[in-house]
């Protein structure tokens, strides 16, 4: 049986090299990685995003049609191409899935929801003003600036080499939270990976 909507999982970022390690990025970091996994690569849509489609979950019924995204507008402008992809691919808002860095969890924590405010974080905002609220995110802690480190400097900065030795991990754990999340519901992914 051929499944209706994708689902479409975008991963928050800024786009170019300079942004590549920043602790705002990790969404991408995420997206690359789904990508990988799917053994896709990344292509350019006319949404102003990269794109790659693919499947999760193993081969059969079971699995799933996905879109993974990167916009390639700034975080920020995140909402332009996330409902231009959500209306190219007829995906309904609940199957909308926001990766993004988080300041309020520790470090390599992550938190999956349903809906909700946007804390602050200019790429949430973006996207609930053109789709509305209702869409999963998956919340990657990134910690607290130290000191009085300006919020924004924090999260336009490289991940510092403590953090790297465990980022791997952390990524790898989140993509997985993301994959649980499509196949096996919101519930179950949140008492898996909500830490």
């Known amino acids: 049986m051929a499944d209706a909507e994708p689902w479409l999982v975008v991963g928050l970022g800024n786009p170019g090299p300079e942004y590549a390690g920043n602790r705002h990025n990790v969404g991408f970091m995420v997206a690359d990685l789904l990508a990988e996994r799917m053994r896709g690569k990344f292509k350019a849509h006319k ?10 979950g193993p081969p059969g019924p079971g699995s799933r049609r ?29 199957q909308i899935v926001a990766i993004h860095d988080e300041l309020d969890i520790d470090y390599g924590a992550l938190r999956l929801k349903l809906g909700g405010g946007d804390n602050g974080h200019n790429g949430l905002k973006s996207i609930t003003k053109s789709s509305g609220a209702e869409y999963h995110r998956v919340r990657f802690g990134i910690g607290r600036p ?50």
């Open 47 to 56: 949404a102003r995003a990269q794109v790659v489609e693919g499947r999760v």
């Open 66 to 94: 996905v879109v993974v995204a990167k916009p390639m507008s700034f975080m920020n402008l995140s909402g332009g191409p996330v409902s231009a992809l959500r209306d190219f691919y007829k995906v309904p808002v609940g």
């Open 146 to 195: 130290p000191g009085r480190m300006p919020v924004a400097d924090f999260v336009l900065k490289d991940f510092g080499s403590a953090e790297r030795k465990e980022l791997d991990y952390f990524v790898d754990r989140a993509a997985d939270a993301v994959e649980a999340l499509i196949l096996e519901g919101l519930e179950r992914a949140q008492s898996a990976y909500n830490s």
